[in-house]
């Protein structure tokens, strides 16, 4: 059984960065994509990013294309989203997602960007 586990939030001012990192258990994370999700307060969540597996090209939303970064670590059974140039519209809880069946959520982390 799948389990994803964030790490990586806390309180920077803007313009600073951060990594988030997605530790996967229960299964290789080698032969399915993952995902980064994101939900403000009094917001829906929001798509963040997509990290694919088998060589496909990794994905970011429009609205931090430029800033944020995802990567894989096969090896680590860990996905990566470096946070840059971070602006306090950024500050929200993130969510990694494993795309199994079903898919698997983990419990976030926060993000707290100060102006």
């Known amino acids: 059984q799948v389990r994803v586990v964030e790490s990586g939030g806390g309180l920077v001012q803007a313009g600073g960065s951060l990594r988030l990192s997605c530790a996967a258990t229960g299964r290789s994370i080698s032969n399915y994509a993952m995902g980064w999700y994101r939900q403000a307060p009094g917001k829906e969540r929001e798509f963040v990013a997509r990290s694919e597996w088998g060589g496909t090209a990794p994905h970011v939303a429009d609205s931090v294309q430029g800033r944020f970064t995802v990567s894989r670590d096969n090896n680590k059974n860990t996905m990566y989203l470096q946070l840059s140039s971070l602006k306090p519209e950024d500050t929200a809880i993130y969510y990694c997602?494993?795309?199994?069946?079903?898919?698997?959520w983990g419990q976030g982390t926060q993000v707290t960007v100060s102006s």
């Open positions: 997602v494993a795309d199994v069946t079903p898919p698997v």
